[in-house]
């Protein structure tokens, strides 16, 4: 496997990637048309948070896969403008202002390496530039969403996206069933049984808000729940990872339910954090990853 330093200039800025790449008899099969591309999201470098880009880009390199991985503009090593920290930079990207120099960087990537397809990925926010970016370019045969995220952030409560608003103030009542929902989920945390309740609580919740006459969570980002809908329809190839720990698993799944869900390849990865990067994250998200474009997107360029 080698590694590159990568630094095109593309729409007036300089980017900075990191380029793993197979050494010349290692690419096996249709993954020699094929690269993944790593984008970063919000303040993290392209290593991402404990080198998790890093080691899956060595991981997929050593199994024949180029893995590119950047930082967009103003962010990390690359050049360029760059709203405020947290919640400007959060909405910036919601609003997929990252996905036109993410399209060009594939076209980059296309005119200097024999690569005909991509599967693009990024944790968090930066499985939101993937998603916009997918839907820009017929070449991406697959995304990558680790910890995705598809609800809004409100400045009234705090820099980061937010789970659900502040709850009203405590009554007896609620106190009580707070109490038992912490039993529960301390006795039931880690079991399979937990994974059933979570699953089940949020079509519960979807069936809920449609009898109510609600389409999507009110804090939905409803453009790029379009986007995703438009993708799968499209069939494109999907894979989600979650890491399961703080009820994000819960919450994508009541996003991403019903028909749509059945379409995607969705793995949770319980030992982890949000960052994918502790108790053995890394090693795990690298296999999970390897797995699927094996048996997904290089398995269907060899059977075309």
Not at 265 to 280: D, F, I, K, Y
Request: aromatic fraction near 6%; charge should be positive.
């Amino acid at each position: 496997m080698i590694r590159r330093i990568l630094q095109p200039t593309l729409n007036g800025g300089r980017l900075v990637g990191t380029g793993h790449l197979p050494e010349p008899g290692e690419v096996a099969g249709a993954s020699d048309r094929l690269a993944v591309v790593l984008v970063n999201f919000a303040q993290a470098s392209r290593a991402g948070v404990g080198d998790l880009s890093v080691w899956i880009g060595d991981q997929l390199a050593a199994h024949g896969y180029p893995v590119f991985r950047f930082d967009l503009p103003g962010l990390g090593d690359s050049l360029g403008p760059a709203p405020e920290p947290g919640q400007p930079l959060w909405c910036h990207i919601r609003e997929g202002k990252h996905a036109e120099t993410t399209t060009a960087l594939l076209d980059h990537l296309r005119a200097e390496f024999p690569v005909e397809r991509f599967v693009v990925g990024g944790l968090c926010a930066g499985a939101v530039t993937a998603l916009y970016a997918a839907a820009r370019r017929s070449e991406v045969a697959g995304v990558i969403l680790l910890e995705p995220v598809f609800h809004l952030c409100d400045v009234r409560f705090g820099s980061g996206p937010s789970h659900r608003p502040p709850p009203p103030p405590d009554r007896a009542a609620r106190r009580w069933l707070q109490s038992v929902k912490r039993r529960l989920r301390k006795r039931l945390a880690g079991t399979p049984v937990e994974r059933r309740v979570r699953i089940l609580y949020a079509s519960f919740k979807r069936l809920a808000d449609r009898a109510r006459g609600r389409r999507c969570p009110p804090d939905a980002i409803r453009e790029l729940l379009a986007t995703w809908q438009a993708l799968v329809r499209q069939r494109l190839k999907i894979l989600i990872i979650n890491s399961g720990t703080d009820g994000r698993e819960m919450y994508n799944r009541y996003y991403l339910g019903g028909r749509f869900a059945r379409q995607a390849t969705w793995r949770v990865v319980r030992e982890s954090n949000h960052m994918l990067a502790a108790h053995g994250g890394k090693e795990a998200v690298s296999h999970l990853i390897r797995e699927w474009l094996d048996q997904t997107v290089a398995h269907d360029a060899d059977t075309t």
